[in-house]
Each structure stands twice: as C-alpha cells, then as structure tokens.
C-alpha cells in the first residue's frame, strides 16, 4: 500500500515563531502559527488539516460501503469539526454528513455511517496507532 508524506517547518518561538505545513503531493502548502492554531489568526493549522482528512477518508469510506451494499451514491458531504481543549489535546471530533443516495432508507443510513465512522483509516489512526520517532539533533 502507499505511504504518504508531508512535513513541516517551524522557525522561532511558541508564540513569535511561524511555520509552513505541506502535503508530499504538492497539493497543499500553507502557513501556521500560534494565532491560527490557538486564537483567531490567519493560516491554517495541524487540527484544521486532522480535520480536513478525516472528512475526506469517512466520505470515501461510506461511498465504497454504500456501493459494496448495493447503492449508488449521488453525493456525500462530511464536515469535520476539531475541538482543541486543555493541555492543548484533542477531546473530540464531531462528524456531520449528509448523503444523497437514490433508495436509502433512514436505517440503512445510520448503519453504513457507523461502520464507516469505526472503519475508516483516519478514524482507526486516531484510536492510538504505533508512532515510532526519529530525531537528529543538527548543529
């Protein structure tokens, strides 16, 4: 299977310091800092981007459910919101989807939607996967 990369850099202090996030495809590359993650300022941040894939990862997952039970689905549209508590660390992330799919009952809905919240990459990374760590101090 594939192995993604992104990367980071961070220049400075916690609070005067900035950085740049960039995914390995070069799809995306943008600014951070201490405003965006923890206030109100410009730039993006680690659990805006968690969120972002999270989404992305749950929709295609229930896609492949839905038509692995037989339906086409028309649209899925999941909206990931991170909340950053105390610590800081992570206390929650709420999933709100809605689907258009022909022929899908309420109940089949809320059946597929929970095999995808449970089975879906993102979402079984986020139980507590292995993290190894390589660190290089550079003088």
């Given at each position: 299977m594939a192995i993604r990369t992104s990367s980071a850099e961070w220049k400075g202090t916690l609070k005067e310091g900035a950085g740049t996030m960039?995914?390995?495809?070069?799809?995306?590359?943008?600014?951070y800092t201490f405003a965006s993650r923890f206030e109100s300022g410009k730039g993006t941040n680690p659990e805006e981007l968690l969120g972002a894939a999270h989404a992305g990862?749950?929709?295609?997952?229930?896609?492949?459910l839905l038509t692995g039970a037989g339906?086409?689905?028309?649209?899925i549209a999941t909206?990931?919101?991170?909340?950053?508590?105390?610590?800081?660390t992570i206390t929650l992330i709420e999933l709100q989807t809605q689907a258009?799919?022909?022929?899908l009952t309420e109940e089949d809905l809320q059946k597929h939607?929970?095999?995808?919240?449970?089975?879906?990459?993102?979402?079984?990374?986020?139980?507590?996967?292995e993290i190894r760590l390589h660190a290089v101090l550079v003088k």
């Open positions: 960039k995914v390995g495809s070069g799809a995306y590359e943008g600014p990862c749950f929709s295609m997952f229930l896609s492949a339906f086409k689905p028309t649209r909206t990931a919101m991170v909340h950053l508590g105390d610590g800081p258009e799919v022909p022929g939607a929970a095999a995808a919240k449970k089975g879906c990459p993102v979402s079984k990374a986020l139980t507590g996967p």
